[in-house]
């Protein structure tokens, strides 16, 4: 099938952005979805894209050349991604970041032998066979898992199911990651099961963590920054509003042998305020809040929420004291982020120094002309006086 766009969708491309909007679309004569043809209105060849025509975005960029697309062709493109990725010493790492890759919608994350991946477009759900045929050639894994339970693929026209599409996937995976270990949940965690795409921040505040100092740990999930914190502080508090996560955190601890982690059921709002009162202070703090804007709606309450964390756990570094600090809210940009630092720094009263800016692990690629694969700023400051 070939569909035609009009001149403003064709600038898209040029731009170096992989989306055509449904209102950039002149003709989709039928409306099956698939790995269409593009041309302008003219007829005029563009390249390959994934369509979907109950989607928004109804044409995601595969390729500008008329090459067939078959298995061969995405055994070579994954199989590029994963190249870049060899580096990486942890043994769970992202291979395919979507767009980021040049494979938009599909999302490949490597759990040891386990391949757990996500389509999320219904062009690309045509092409499931030839991706998995794909990935069982690339990584030869023991078996692969299609998380394709994200909210995403409702726009999409497209049922939220989690399915195991080759071999068999358990239901938790053991990670090392920078000398550490703890457990992955492929069918049931966040995301994929894990959150990889902290990994290079745990690590820089392992780094910075204060020696035989007190670290603090807010939003704690399965603990993965605490256990970081554990190797070089005295003593770790934890804290996450759920019994379940903190009990997935303790046996990460246990499977290090880590013993000087407090795991506390609490709500980090109340919880600051309480610590704040009693004039607790910490050398190494960690915010790693859920995102608090899920809509260009409520930025403005996120903003709010995101200020006052932020300001509370300023309030209680110690001197010399470092705050690791991260949103992963793509609605609040670099730039509103950095606004909401500044802000409540200045009502601190401390003097913050920006150690460090950064951003998702290297295996979660941003592109520059493509602002939807950014999401996850972070900032490593230290509280000078
Ligand atoms: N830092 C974690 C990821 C955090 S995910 C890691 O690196 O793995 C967000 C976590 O925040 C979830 O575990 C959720 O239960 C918790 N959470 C959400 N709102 C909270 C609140 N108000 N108080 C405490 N915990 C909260």
Request: charged share 25%; hydrophobic share 40%; aromatic share 8%.
């Amino acid at each position: 099938m070939t569909v035609k766009v009009t001149a403003r969708g064709a600038e898209r491309w040029k731009q170096g952005h992989p989306w055509i909007y449904r209102s950039d679309v002149a003709e989709e004569p039928d409306k099956q979805p698939g790995i269409v043809s593009v041309t302008d209105r003219k007829g005029k060849f563009l390249g390959q894209a994934l369509y979907s025509p109950k989607s928004e975005i109804r044409l995601r960029l595969l390729t500008r050349g008329d090459e067939p697309i078959d298995s061969t062709w995405w055994t070579k493109r994954i199989g590029d991604a994963a190249e870049h990725r060899t580096a990486i010493t942890a043994t769970a790492w992202r291979a395919v970041h979507a767009e980021g890759d040049g494979l938009p919608s599909l999302i490949v994350d490597k759990y040891g032998p386990y391949i757990v991946a996500q389509l999320l477009s219904a062009g690309l759900e045509t092409a499931r066979d030839d991706v998995i045929t794909a990935i069982r050639e690339v990584f030869g894994p023991a078996g692969i898992l299609l998380r394709n339970d994200a909210g995403v693929r409702r726009h999409e026209g497209l049922a939220e199911e989690v399915v195991a599409a080759w071999g068999e996937v358990p239901q938790t995976v053991e990670v090392t990651e920078d000398g550490l270990r703890y457990l992955a949940a492929p069918w049931s965690g966040q995301k994929t099961g894990a959150f990889l795409d902290q990994r290079e921040n745990r690590m820089m505040v392992g780094q910075h963590t204060r020696s035989g100092g007190r670290a603090l740990d807010l939003f704690t999930y399965h603990g993965s920054f605490a256990l970081h914190l554990a190797r070089n502080a005295k003593a770790v508090l934890a804290i996450d509003q759920s019994a379940e996560a903190l009990a997935r955190g303790a046996e990460n601890a246990r499977l290090n042998g880590i013993t000087n982690i407090e795991w506390r059921e609490a709500n980090a709002f109340d919880f600051l305020r309480e610590l704040e009162r009693r004039r607790e202070q910490f050398d190494t703090i960690v915010l790693d809040p859920p995102a608090f804007a899920k809509s260009k709606a409520n930025i403005e309450r996120a903003v709010a929420g995101y200020k006052e964390v932020n300001l509370r756990a300023m309030k209680i570094l110690a001197p010399g004291g470092v705050l690791f600090t991260s949103s992963c809210s793509y609605h609040v940009s670099r730039d509103i982020f950095n606004a909401m630092l500044a802000d409540a720094a200045r009502d601190s009263g401390r003097r913050m120094q920006l150690l460090a800016a950064t951003g998702a692990a290297g295996d979660h690629p941003e592109l520059l002309n493509v602002p939807e694969t950014g999401y996850l700023k972070g900032a490593l400051l230290r509280a000078s006086v």
